[in-house]
């Protein structure tokens, strides 16, 4: 018959065992605590649509496949989504041109009737001149921009 070595693994590795099942219900009570988001802006009216935005979060631009972005919820509060072909937003000085955003899949309003997200086009750092754009286009062609000021905060 082996002899076990009484080593310090040998004599306390069931307890380690012990402490890794502890771990999921660190992990749990983690996932229960919901984040709290920034308050939602003020509804704006573009063309037939009433539209209020929510940044996720007040932290800088990230990076996301060679773009800086920034994330937004976007609600639709009158007109319907179904009545929208496409939707962007970005963050500058001014909005961007529907050609040009075309041209790539970042800044596209998606999700569902209840809540739209988009990861919008934003430069690295804020300045007071930019402001948020949302350019919405319906089935008949039609297109309609609005903006929003930036917060205070996050011009430092």
């Known amino acids: 018959m082996a002899r076990r070595k009484n080593t310090f693994w040998n004599r306390n590795k069931f307890k380690f065992s012990g402490l890794i099942l502890l771990l999921p219900i660190y992990f749990l009570y983690q996932s229960l605590q919901p984040p709290e988001f ?85 430069p690295k750092t804020f300045s007071a001149e930019q402001r948020v754009w949302v350019t919405l286009q319906t089935w008949d062609g039609d297109v309609y921009q609005g903006n929003w000021e930036l917060p205070a905060d996050w011009l430092k």
């Open 38 to 122: 920034p308050p939602v802006w003020d509804e704006k009216t573009i063309g037939p649509f009433k539209v209020a935005i929510q940044p996720l979060n007040n932290e800088p631009p990230y990076a996301h496949h060679d773009d800086w972005v920034k994330d937004f919820s976007a609600y639709v509060n009158e007109g319907e989504v179904r009545d929208i072909r496409q939707g962007y937003v970005n963050i500058g000085t001014s909005a961007i041109p529907l050609q040009e955003l075309e041209q790539d899949d970042v800044g596209i309003l998606h999700g569902s009737e209840l809540l739209q997200h988009v990861h919008a086009i934003a």
